[in-house]
């Protein structure tokens, strides 16, 4: 069998200065700690869950933020915009309607500007391997080959996952969808990755999912995938939050 290895360096041209940072989502999973506060603000190993992600994106050297709001947006809202230090916020107000992750790319889309861009959700956390995560995206960032470029974590070390995989990942680093029901696929997204602004266009009317433009990258082998070097956990569960805080730790 092929083993699956890192996409060759390409001259690194600096970790995108701009991320989406997915946020809207109704918590329905993490009930019933969301019952009054978004699913960001539920605190893991001692800060909230947003925070951890704005720390990796200020480590990393990312200075501006996109942040949908939706469900009990105003709290969120005063949180990232009076909490956070260092980042440039700027809020992405999906009060009237929740368009779900593609939706909210397409919504922000001017914000976002004309450069490749992070997208981060705000409900997993992870630790850097040997390599900080984002710059190890933006070294294998290739933007005349890639719309698309997933950090993703093999299914064995994706702790608390309790789906089937999402990806497989050939040994020129291009990925493909899971390819049968019912069969585990070995790599899971782990809800970070860089896009390229050419990816939104001919969207729907509404909500719909990122999934769209992923399956456009796909076809036209323009979607990509890195391994993940450290830990990552899914945080989606109130119990996923003691497990994670477990292993956090325990070292």
Request: aromatic share 6%; hydrophobic share 45%.
């Amino acid at each position: 069998m092929t083993r699956p290895r890192y996409i060759r360096p390409v001259p690194d041209a600096g970790v995108p200065k701009t991320a989406m940072v997915m946020a809207a989502g109704l918590g329905k999973r993490m009930r019933p700690l969301t019952a009054l506060r978004p699913k960001p603000l539920i605190a893991v190993a001692g800060k909230p869950l947003i925070d951890h992600v704005f720390d990796r994106l200020r480590d990393a050297g990312v200075e501006r933020a996109v942040v949908n709001v939706h469900y009990l947006a105003d709290a969120l809202e005063a949180h990232v915009t009076h909490r956070v230090r260092g980042i440039d916020v700027i809020v992405s107000d999906e009060r009237a309607q929740l368009l779900e992750t593609g939706g909210g790319l397409v919504k922000a889309r001017q914000a976002l500007g004309d450069a490749p861009f992070l997208v981060v959700n705000s409900d997993n956390l992870w630790l850097d391997g040997p390599t900080d995560a984002i710059r190890l995206l933006a070294a294998q960032w290739d933007d005349a080959a890639m719309d698309a470029l997933l950090l993703l974590v093999p299914y064995a070390r994706a702790h608390n996952h309790r789906g089937q995989g999402d990806f497989h990942l050939d040994a020129s680093g291009k990925v493909t969808g899971r390819r049968r029901a019912g069969r585990v696929a070995p790599f899971v997204y782990t809800g970070v990755q860089i896009l390229s602004p050419r990816v939104i266009a001919d969207w729907p009317e509404g909500p719909f999912s990122t999934n769209l433009f992923w399956d456009r990258a796909i076809a036209a082998g323009r979607a990509f995938g890195v391994v993940h070097q450290g830990l990552w956990f899914d945080v989606g569960t109130p119990g996923a939050i003691a497990r994670t805080e477990a292993i956090l730790s325990d070292g």
